[in-house]
């Protein structure tokens, strides 16, 4: 087994109509052991951003918390929030600089420019090579079954409840076919005025 499957994850960002959701399952588990449902892989990372972190457990805790300080340093110097781009960019810098020894998580990144109101996706591997894909973007242990869903339900310009209900279904419908993720989902959409946070009940099998 892959060191990047040891405790199983999901995490998916789409692009809708002047918003953008990022979704993520709750399981925490060694293997086919579930360990805890209520692990945190989504971290705030300012006003309209939003951090995926998929992977070994230990190391979606330990990226977090260095975004969290570079944001925080960032904000301190620029007196700005770090935009979804930027975010991006320190992401980057920061798996590469570890690149011969990584960090095995692979983080993805969901929010609102803060100047043109624009949705930003990225996603990055783990040594940091980014995409900006213009519609959605999918990592962890469900990745297949997350593509297959995405293809077949995502439609451009959706409005944010047509988007929670699509980024839902598509979870939701992948964690069905994965044993190393599930038991239930979180949903964040990010709006120009407001973020939406809802909860998901899944299979607990």
Not at 59 to 74: A, C, E, G, M, W
Not at 144 to 150: A, E, H, K, N, T
């Amino acid at each position: 087994m892959s060191i990047m499957e040891m405790n199983g994850s999901a995490v998916v960002a789409m692009i809708g109509k002047d918003c953008v959701a990022i979704a993520a399952d709750r399981r925490f588990g060694v293997q086919a052991q579930t360990v805890s449902c209520d692990f945190q892989k989504i971290f705030s990372m300012g006003d309209r951003v939003y951090i995926g972190l998929t992977g070994l457990a230990s190391d979606i805790i330990t990226v977090s918390q260095r975004l969290k300080f570079r944001s925080n340093i960032y904000k301190l110097k620029e007196h700005r929030e770090l935009s979804p781009k930027t975010l991006t960019a320190v992401i980057s810098n920061l798996l590469y600089e570890r690149r011969f020894g990584p960090y095995f998580c692979e983080p993805i990144v969901a929010g609102l420019d803060s100047v043109t109101g624009k949705p930003y996706i990225s996603g990055c591997d783990l040594i940091g090579c980014p995409v900006e894909p213009a519609d959605f973007v999918v990592a962890g242990t469900s990745t297949d079954q997350l593509f297959g869903m995405c293809e077949a339900v995502w439609k451009p310009d959706l409005e944010p409840e047509d988007l929670f209900e699509t980024i839902s279904q598509a979870l939701l419908s992948a964690l069905d076919r994965d044993a190393l993720a599930g038991w239930g989902a979180i949903v964040h959409i990010i709006e120009k005025d407001r973020v939406t946070t809802r909860t998901l009940k899944g299979r607990m099998d």
